[in-house]
C-alpha cells in the first residue's frame, strides 16, 4: 500500500490561500487517480478533489473555482492550491490514492476571520 506525507498547512486569514503537498511512495504514482480529503471538527472525512492518472480533476462544488489540484509524476507529488478560503475550509486534510484504504497524518488547516 502507498504510504503518504501531507504538508503546507497552517493558520490563515479568510480570503487568503494555502498550498498543500502531498508526497506518495509507490512505483506506480504516475497511473493512480489521487484525491484530497477533508475532515472537518466533529464532521466526517469527505473527497474535495480527485486527479486521475492522464490529469483529468474533479472538484467537490464548495470549492469548484477556488481550489486546484496537480500532480507532479516525477516527484510522486500531489498538490491542493487553496485560494480564497473561507471558515468552512478549515479542517485536517489528507491525500491518498482513490484506491487506498491507508491514510497518512494529515496536515491541519485552520481559517480565521
Known amino acids: 500500500q502507498a504510504q503518504t506525507v501531507e504538508s503546507g498547512g497552517g493558520l490563515v486569514q479568510a480570503g487568503g490561500a494555502l498550498r498543500l503537498s502531498c508526497v506518495v511512495s509507490g512505483r506506480i504514482f504516475s497511473i493512480r487517480s489521487m484525491g484530497w480529503y477533508r475532515q472537518a471538527p466533529g464532521k466526517q472525512r469527505v473527497v474535495v478533489a480527485t486527479?486521475?492518472?492522464?490529469?483529468?480533476?474533479h472538484y467537490t462544488d464548495s470549492v469548484k473555482d477556488r481550489f486546484t489540484i496537480g500532480r507532479d509524476n516525477a516527484k510522486n507529488t500531489v498538490y491542493l492550491e487553496m485560494n480564497s478560503l473561507n471558515l468552512a475550509d478549515t479542517g485536517v486534510y489528507y491525500c491518498?490514492?482513490?484506491?487506498?484504504?491507508?491514510w497518512g497524518q494529515g496536515t491541519q488547516v485552520t481559517v480565521q476571520s
Open positions: 491518498k490514492p482513490v484506491d487506498s484504504y491507508v
Open positions: 486527479i486521475t492518472g492522464d490529469s483529468t480533476t
